[in-house]
Nanobody, 118 residues
């Protein structure tokens, strides 16, 4: 089970840190990722980190602003979001899978809402 938290309301230019805690099994050998879905839009792959933590992927629109990291001891993954923009407003979901790319995720958590005001 994956549980995302840390969402909220923030002004443009602000920061938030999302957390995703896994329970019930270890995801240390899985790639972990963050997706988001804005109202009326399709789900979008935002960032991913491979099972070793040595490779990461970011969608172009968040490069330089978002950082994904993982903490094996806590079976958790994080998304540090800086310089937030109104277009980052979405429900953010964490996921675990067998590959870094957006098509490889098998386990999904409930989302956390991020709202960025202008």
């Amino acid at each position: 089970q994956l549980q995302a938290s840390g969402g909220g309301l923030v002004q443009a230019g602000g920061s938030l840190r999302l957390s995703c805690a896994a329970s019930g099994r270890s995801f240390s050998s899985y790639a972990m990722g963050w997706f988001r879905q804005a109202p009326g839009k399709e789900r979008e792959f935002v960032a991913g980190i491979n099972w070793t933590g040595g490779s990461t992927y970011y969608v172009e629109s968040v490069k330089g602003r978002f950082t994904i990291s993982r903490e094996y001891a806590k079976n958790s993954v994080y998304l540090q979001m800086n310089s937030l923009k109104p277009e980052d407003t979405a429900v953010y979901y964490c996921a675990a899978g067998h590959g870094l790319g957006p098509d490889f995720y098998d386990y999904w958590g409930q989302g956390t809402l991020v709202t960025v005001s202008s």
